[in-house]
């Protein structure tokens, strides 16, 4: 069976983080296994508290599963500070990790903020250059770009100046558009357009983390990026369109939509 890591924060409301990218890769068919930056007291209206790892535990759970079970593919979610961002390289490099996926989370869709402003030229420095493709949303990518994101040009700008910063492929996510879900992915000099139909869900908890999380999975299993993000949109579609509602604010989606007929 396939392997996949992933080193994130939990999210104790189960749409994001840890929970929402075990629930992914098991969906997906590749066994997960994880190392926890941070605890997050968090629900679908927001973040009340973050409790983060140290590095010194981080890198023991990092060292549990690289002489154990070697993953196939590694997703990196929240990691708030800059020591804890420095660890992971070292690790990771050490362990020559491969298939690495850098979803740079830094504020949650309730408005919390998941990334100190300290930690922001760490995560630059240090995650980006070994990322096969990092992930950013619009504003995430507008942050990375320096550059002011309003259409599809836009988008394409910024992709193409944080590629060619860190050496690596880049997805910019188009969740935070109005009129489609259409995200883009930018490699070697090149554009690649990915179609998403907007679905009318307003429960959107944790689908960066869910993207990113089934990206890796596929990456895992020997797909190619493009397969891997072409697999992932659909994925992403299908938890989206199961319309599952809890909670008071966005909440999370359903990850067990295609196993529902079997088990359910
Ligand atoms: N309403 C929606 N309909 C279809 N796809 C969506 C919707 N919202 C987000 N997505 C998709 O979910 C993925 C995550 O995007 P986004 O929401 O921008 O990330 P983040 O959670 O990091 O802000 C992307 O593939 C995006 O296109
Ligand atoms: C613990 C934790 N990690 C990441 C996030 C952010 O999740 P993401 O899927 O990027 O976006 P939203 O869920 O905020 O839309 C989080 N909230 N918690």
């Not at 409301?13 to 968090?42: E, H, P, R, W, Y």
């Not at 690596?168 to 179609?195: E, P, S, Y």
Request: charged content about 20%; overall charge negative.
């Amino acid at each position: 069976m396939n392997t996949a890591l992933t080193i994130a924060g939990s999210d104790s409301s189960g749409g994001a983080g840890i929970q929402a990218d075990i629930k992914t890769m098991t969906a997906n068919g590749v066994f997960a296994m994880s190392a926890i930056t941070a605890l997050t007291a968090q629900n679908t209206t927001g973040v009340t508290d973050i409790f983060e790892t140290t590095p010194h535990f981080l890198a023991e759970q990092l060292d549990a599963v690289f002489t154990d079970i070697f993953p196939d593919a590694v997703k990196i979610g929240m990691v708030s500070s800059a020591a804890l961002i420095e660890t992971i390289a070292e690790r990771l490099r050490f362990y020559e990790a491969k298939h690495i996926v850098v979803d740079p989370v830094m504020v949650a869709t309730s408005g919390s903020k998941l990334l100190r402003d300290d930690a922001i030229t760490a995560l630059t420095e240090k995650l980006l250059p070994m990322a096969e493709v990092v992930t950013p949303n619009i504003p995430e990518a507008e942050i990375l770009s320096g550059l002011t994101i309003t259409d599809a040009a836009g988008m394409e700008a910024a992709a193409q100046k944080i590629s060619e910063a860190y050496g690596c492929a880049v997805l910019c996510k188009g969740g935070h558009k109005v009129n489609d879900a259409d995200d883009l992915l930018w490699r070697d000099g090149k554009a690649q357009w990915f179609h998403g139909e907007r679905i009318a869900n307003p429960n959107t908890h944790g689908t960066g983390c869910t993207l990113s999380s089934a990206i890796a999975s596929n990456l895992a299993k020997g797909y190619d990026l493009t397969a891997s993000v072409e697999r992932a949109k659909a994925y992403i579609s299908g938890c989206l369109s199961a319309m599952l509602d809890l909670g008071h604010g966005s909440g999370p989606m359903n990850h067990m939509f295609e196993l529902k007929s079997r088990f359910i």
